[in-house]
């Protein structure tokens, strides 16, 4: 899906690094995921509108490819941490989506796509709570789900915050600090106070 450009990225306040890395997001993602397999893929598809239903935030018809650009993310020093008790990323991904899925077979039968919402909600909820049990066979731990389901949740967040159609749509102005000359930072920081470089 193509994204249309959001006049933010037009701001004299936005120094153009930022702006080549929000131009960069805005980008059309690969056809096929680059590190995950196809079936966790089109898991984590499924998670991310779960964790996150992008309907109840931006307009109509637009979606941010999400799990696109966590898979794209998967390439590269990421924030240069992890877990001491996972694995590295690429490899804590494909585990834990695969974890999440045996345990929508050992505990319903089926697998996660055809849950209910309830279903998939209760089941991500003891992901992140440790609460899994231990006797299903899965890649990661219910202690290690519970760690990983940390960075998913993060992960998505932090995306989809970090794209320039959702700071456009929620009117989000934090990176409009200066141009590349100085740093200007905001002058008005009292309670319903604007810039007045900020939208409206």
Known sequence: MTLTSPSLLESAHLSSRTRALLLDRLDSPQERPCHLSLDSFSLLERICDDILPQHLLLPDGVNVPLAFLLDQALDGLRDGWRYADLPADKEAWEKGLHSIEAHAHARHHRSYHTLSSAQRGE??????????????PTSLTPHQMSLWSCDLRADIIGTFFAHPVVQEALDISALLTGGDDHLQGFQ????????LFEGL
């Open 123 to 136: 089941l991500l909820d003891h992901a992140l709570e440790g609460t899994l049990p231990e006797a299903v």
């Open 188 to 195: 008005e920081i009292g309670l319903n106070q604007r810039d």
